[in-house]
């Protein structure tokens, strides 16, 4: 019985998927399969039920879960005690997010700790499964996050903003949300992401239905087409933070709900390890000083 299989059957029993798990690790479904098979057969007992949507634990996956916990974390003290490495700080985030929060909160971590940084970008349900994967510490998020087994500390909302060409009429006689009704939008990632989906159901809770012109994956992108004069956008407030160089002009929405949500998400193991505690206490500070 080898103990990176008992992570692996943890990374499992935390996905709810065998195809997911594989795609997270980066591993083929057969390996994940071969693997797992591997250590049922010598527990001697099946670890989940195959079901059309997933798998589920057994009564003895269950019992083996909390054993499995144990035999991974002791492999781990070990390995930390034996080894003189610097500790690790993996984060993951989306795009708006990787712009301009996550830089500034590593920054200050380097300043005050000896850490190795691991930072990997990715959409919402691509954190998630990466989290319950234990492939990452720590990942910041723009929605809640409802899971067993991952914590969450929320802090400010960002405001949404409408961004324009600079000589657009709207910059002098914005009317308001009605305004954007089939007027030519750039929006931004896929049509099942998040953000996007706030956006749109923001407008369409006004009767607004722009025209998608483009969709893009990246807010730089996003805001050198709005300054050609090729559509309009709304993105996060603290991301526009270059209206001048890229020449575009931000509208404040004055309408209830325009905002984003703002998230740290983690497991529990590693906000209980010093280097995750110390992290949490950067990203708290940093996010008090923009309310500041």
């Avoid at 060409?165 to 998040?194: C, Q, S, T, W, Y």
């Avoid at 933070?241 to 931000?250: H, I």
Wanted: hydrophobic share 45%; net charge neutral.
């Amino acid at each position: 019985m080898e103990t990176k299989d008992i992570a692996l059957f943890l990374a499992i029993a935390r996905i709810g998927s065998i195809s997911r798990t594989a795609e997270q690790l980066f591993m083929s479904q057969s390996t994940v399969t071969t693997r797992l098979q591997r250590l049922e057969h010598a527990l001697g007992y099946p670890l989940f039920v195959r079901l059309q949507s997933g798998v589920q634990l057994t009564p003895e996956g269950e019992r083996f879960v909390p054993l499995a916990e144990r035999m991974t974390a002791l492999e781990a003290e070990m390995t930390q005690q034996a080894g003189t490495d610097t500790p690790v700080l993996r984060v993951m985030s989306g795009r708006a997010f990787v712009s301009t929060d996550v830089p500034a909160c590593l920054s200050r971590m380097l300043k005050n700790a000896n850490v190795r940084l691991e930072v990997r970008m990715g959409m919402y349900s691509e954190m998630l499964d990466a989290l319950l994967a234990d492939q990452v510490d720590f990942c910041f998020i723009g929605e809640p996050v409802f899971h067993p087994h991952i914590k969450k500390i929320e802090f400010p909302q960002d405001a949404i903003d409408l961004i324009v060409p600079a000589g657009h009429h709207f910059v002098h006689n914005f009317p308001g949300i009605r305004g954007l009704h089939k007027a030519p939008f750039i929006a931004f990632a896929r049509d099942d992401a998040p953000f996007r989906k706030r956006v749109m159901r923001l407008l369409a809770e006004q009767d607004v239905y722009p025209l998608i012109r483009m969709e893009l994956d990246s807010i730089d992108g996003i805001k050198a087409m709005v300054g050609h004069g090729l559509g309009m956008s709304c993105l996060p407030r603290r991301t526009l933070y270059d209206a001048d160089e890229k020449g575009y002009v931000r509208i404040p929405i004055a309408a209830p709900g325009w905002t984003r949500p703002t998230f740290l998400a983690f497991r529990e193991s590693a906000a209980d390890k010093p280097i995750g505690k110390q992290f949490i206490a950067v990203v708290t500070e940093y996010y008090q000083q923009l309310t500041v």
